[in-house]
């Protein structure tokens, strides 16, 4: 019933940008906190940035860097991750994850989300 969609990944030189979507739906949008969380190559899931849609707190993760921006269309039951500045340790496969807020204690922690997409590939290279 739930559906969560990751799209806008891609390869992008250093220093470049990309801006990702994640569009859900079958869920109360306001209820849900909606975060990116990325996977490198054999390494472990890592939380980018998340926003709490009933008041739209944004809170990100150290690797962010001030790099990205999180915007949410409540309207469209979608969230943007507008990366900027990449770096080729950011190439990772992207994750859209939703968990509810009233339950969430870590924003960060991939056992706190319902929902997840099924990723978008980002490829940071020369």
């Known amino acids: 019933d739930v559906q969560i969609v990751e799209s806008g990944g891609g390869w992008v030189p250093p220093g470049g940008s990309l801006r990702l979507s994640c569009a859900v739906s079958?869920?109360?949008?306001?209820?849900?906190?909606i975060t990116w969380l990325r996977q490198a190559p054999g390494k472990e899931r890592k939380g980018v940035s998340c926003?709490?849609?009933?008041?739209?707190?944004?809170y990100y993760s150290d690797i962010v860097e001030d790099r990205f921006t999180l915007t949410s269309d409540n309207a469209r039951n979608t969230v943007y991750l507008q990366m900027r500045r990449l770096k080729p340790e950011d190439t990772a496969v992207y994750y859209c994850?939703?968990?509810?807020?009233?339950?969430?204690?870590?924003?960060?922690?991939?056992?706190?989300?319902?929902?997840w997409g099924r990723g978008t590939q980002v490829t940071v290279s020369p």
């Open positions: 994850a939703a968990g509810l807020s009233s339950v969430l204690r870590n924003p960060f922690a991939t056992d706190e989300y319902d929902y």
């Open positions: 079958g869920l109360n949008f306001d209820d849900y906190a």
């Open positions: 926003i709490t849609n009933h008041d739209g707190d944004i």
